[in-house]
């Protein structure tokens, strides 16, 4: 597509539901990245990948997260038994290289508010 | 620590000037980008430097190496202008460790 694509773009849950996230990247963009920022706070990297794997997973805040990615393409992000400290607006992002060699595109975002 | 720290945390300024926002990091780093987030809107990316200086329209970005630092100037600044600006860096790996932003307000 002609740019990151997320959806949804919000989303409104109950605690304990379980949500998944879609990202579609800029097709030929190897690196996906996952963001998260909370109201009122600054952005917070959650997980990356070049391909289809994941280096490093240490962002991501709690084991109630995951993430795949497949074809080296869609990601989706998973949020097991939401809380509403989990309420974000949850940022994609791909770039052609890995990091540090390219510009990062950005999605839309996806709104999660767990109520 | 890898740490980013932006300054001026909040800018408002009248259009026409010419605005600075600086960045500093605390260690070396592999690259260096300057992102721009619209009130309710989706971030952008303005520039990724690892040396020297891009120019872009009326936005300029600038790194030093040594002093680990980089600034963000905007020329003939226009209300369109006002978004949050923010500073994210890779320092060698494949994290990006933001700092927490610049809220820049452009009055007419």
């Known amino acids: 597509g002609a740019g990151v694509s997320q959806s949804p773009s919000n989303k409104v849950t109950e605690k304990g539901k379980d949500v998944e996230l879609r990202c579609d990247p800029i097709s030929g963009h190897t690196a996906l990245y996952w963001y998260r920022q909370s109201l009122g706070q600054g952005l917070e990297f959650l997980i990356y990948?070049?391909?289809?794997?994941?280096?490093?997973k240490s962002g991501l805040p709690s084991d109630r997260f995951s993430a795949e990615r497949t074809g080296g393409s869609v990601s989706t992000l998973t949020i097991q038994r939401t809380q509403q400290e989990d309420s974000a607006v949850y940022l994609c992002?791909?770039?052609?290289?890995?990091?540090?060699?390219?510009?990062?595109?950005f999605g839309e975002g996806s709104r999660l508010t767990v109520l | 620590k890898n740490e980013v720290e932006q300054s001026p945390q909040n800018l408002t300024a009248q259009e026409g000037e010419f605005i600075t926002i600086n960045c500093s990091y605390s260690v070396g780093i592999s690259a260096l980008h300057w992102l721009q987030q619209h009130p309710g809107g989706g971030i952008v990316s303005l520039f990724m430097?690892?040396?020297g200086k891009k120019k872009h329209g009326r936005l300029i970005a600038t790194i030093n190496i040594q002093e680990k630092h980089s600034s963000l100037h905007i020329t003939a600044s226009h209300p369109r202008d006002s978004a949050v600006y923010i500073c994210a860096v890779n320092f060698g790996n494949e994290k990006l460790t933001f700092g927490t932003g610049t809220r820049l307000t452009i009055i007419p």
């Open positions: 430097l690892s040396s």
């Open positions: 990948f070049q391909g289809n794997s994941a280096p490093d």
């Open positions: 992002a791909s770039s052609l290289g890995g990091p540090g060699t390219g510009e990062l595109f």
